[in-house]
């Protein structure tokens, strides 16, 4: 089928980001302009790395958030900020075993949701009380975590886990 307008539009789907064409003759299956391989003219992005992405996700989310928890416990790499001896001893001891456990991918799901919620916990006490958007309560870095950690509770560890070892995930 020839193409007698090139327009191509990123969409989103289930499968993740694709590109439609949109063309006068209705869309195309083969090779786009640009060489990519389509499927019923919509080009998947990234779809063969979606399990390596995830897995880096939540390493990379699990190794920083322990961080979190080592300054809140020991000081390191920064000395803490001046806490509540609770926020401190619960929150940094959820944050440490939680992130570590995330990061390694043992227990995955549930120290996932446990940290998601204590991020929610942390937004609402800490940030959500002074302004309604996190762009003006500096409470940006907890609600991201509060939904990558939901979101990594939902869908498990994934490759280069523990849990995918033990045949758990």
């Known amino acids: 089928m020839e ?5 191509w539009a990123p ?5 993740g980001v694709v590109f439609r064409a949109r063309a006068v003759t209705g869309g ?10 389509t499927t019923g003219g919509n080009i998947v992005f990234m779809r063969n790395f979606e399990s390596q992405t995830h897995a880096l996700l939540r390493i990379v989310a ?3 958030f322990l961080w979190h928890g080592m300054q809140k416990l020991f000081d390191i790499p920064t000395p803490a900020p001046d806490l509540p001896a609770f926020v401190t ?8 075993v939680a992130g570590a456990l995330i990061m390694v991918g043992l227990f995955t799901r549930p120290a996932a949701f446990l940290a998601s919620g204590l ?3 942390a937004y609402w006490m800490a940030h959500g009380t002074s302004a309604p958007l996190p762009m003006q309560n500096q409470g940006e870095l907890a609600a991201l975590y509060c939904f990558v950690f939901l ?10 886990s523990l849990d995918a070892a033990r045949g758990e995930d």
Do not use: D, Q
């Open 11 to 15: 969409t989103l789907s289930s499968r």
């Open 28 to 37: 195309f299956r083969g090779k786009c302009p640009n060489g990519i391989e």
């Open 151 to 160: 979101y990594i509770s939902a869908r498990g560890a994934g490759l280069w």
């Open 119 to 121: 991020m929610a916990a």
């Open 89 to 96: 001893w619960v929150a940094g001891g959820i944050e440490l």
């Open 62 to 64: 699990g190794f920083l």
């Open 3 to 7: 193409i007698l307008s090139e327009r």
